[in-house]
């Protein structure tokens, strides 16, 4: 097992990455002193596979545990599911001194967090990642929300978990187009902050596509360690933790103009890495090359790198695109990448180069 420490104070937690951990929560839930009670969120693709043994596993350590289940899919980030879970909170009568558990992947970890951040004004809260993009990213950081028509996560908080538990046996029965998903943030990481791990997914992603356990295990450890070192350094999102966000000012727009159904989030940011790696070139010092080797790492991860949109679509893209968190003075605002490894956050961009870089996604 590997450990990955987040540190921030009294709100500091531990990442444990490595196989057979579910079976473990309620010893590490114990050794936290949590409440006696506790509910688990899921959702209706995970709960079938995963919910009865974390169930045991709680009983197992003396918790009493119960389950509310959601539908699976973004559609369920959403204020009317959002009222659901308060109600079953209520009916089950959790105190402050309980916890949720979230088992499932972003959408239930974002969905689960902010419940917990919400109800009672904030309880506790495990994150229990079974998806490679979850166990990579939104499990790790605090980030929780829900989405509107209008945009995605526009409605959140800053919600630590107590611990996070990446069990890489739950990744065997993740569907191949959803852990290819994953990879879109796994990628990310290599762009934005470490030059080695970009370099070492080129050598191995053969191995990451056939889950070959070691070669994950050191993978997600690292994308895990490079995002706590950004969290440290700025938890709630006031600089530099906007790294975090390379490819996701287009990815998160397509997200919304699709409906949150036609993409899958990796899928929307990979497309979104490819237009943040050309405007790169075109604003930043990355070079042809490197942005080359970002496009062709994406496609030989199985994920989209084109996108045609007509006239209708990219407008409504743009507006999309204005709603997203990291506007600022009206200005979209994009991370750039220097060179793969080194990146800078806040970086104004022209609508001009914006569609430019759209246009030639089409045939890119």
């Not at 079976?23 to 590490?28: I, S, Y």
Request: proline share 3%; with cysteine.
């Amino acid at each position: 097992m590997r450990s990955v420490q987040v540190p921030l104070g009294d709100r500091s937690y531990t990442i444990h990455v490595g196989n057979g951990l579910l079976a473990k929560l309620g010893d590490h839930c114990r050794r936290l002193k949590l409440g006696e009670r506790c509910v688990i969120v899921t959702d209706t693709n995970v709960g079938p596979r995963f919910a009865d043994a974390t169930v045991r596993a709680l009983k197992m350590a003396g918790f009493v545990p119960s389950v509310i289940t959601v539908p699976a899919g973004e559609t369920s980030k959403s204020l009317k599911i959002v009222g659901e879970c308060y109600d079953q909170l209520a009916m089950k009568r959790l105190e402050r001194r309980s916890f949720l558990v979230a088992l499932g992947g972003g959408v239930v970890g974002d969905l689960a967090g902010f419940v917990a951040a919400s109800y009672l004004r904030g309880l506790p809260f495990v994150q229990v990642p079974t998806t490679l993009l979850s166990q990579v990213d939104s499990s790790v950081g605090g980030k929780v929300g829900i989405n509107l028509k209008a945009g995605k996560n526009l409605v959140g908080a800053f919600h630590q978990p107590k611990v996070v538990l990446c069990d890489l046996e739950t990744l065997t029965a993740l569907p191949d187009r959803e852990y290819r998903s994953g990879l879109g943030e796994v990628i990310k990481y290599g762009v934005i902050r470490d030059a080695e791990l970009f370099r070492r997914l080129e050598r191995e992603m053969d191995k990451i596509l056939k889950r070959d356990a070691a070669t994950l295990a050191n993978v997600i450890s690292r994308c895990c360690a490079i995002k706590a070192e950004v969290v440290a350094s700025d938890e709630t999102e006031s600089g530099p933790r906007a790294l975090l966000n390379f490819g996701h000012t287009v990815g998160h727009g397509l997200e919304a103009i699709s409906g949150y159904g036609e993409y899958l989030h990796g899928e929307a940011i990979s497309i979104g890495q490819v237009a943040a790696a050309r405007l790169s070139t075109r604003l930043s010092t990355l070079t042809e090359k490197d942005a080359d080797r970002i496009r062709d790492l994406l496609v030989k991860a199985g994920l989209p790198v084109t996108l045609k949109l007509a006239p209708k679509k990219r407008e409504a893209l743009f507006d999309a695109m204005r709603l997203d968190k990291k506007v600022s003075g009206g200005e979209l605002k994009f991370v750039l990448a220097q060179s793969i490894g080194t990146s800078n956050w806040g970086q104004r961009v022209p609508d001009s180069d914006i569609n430019a870089v759209l246009a030639a996604l089409g045939g890119a």
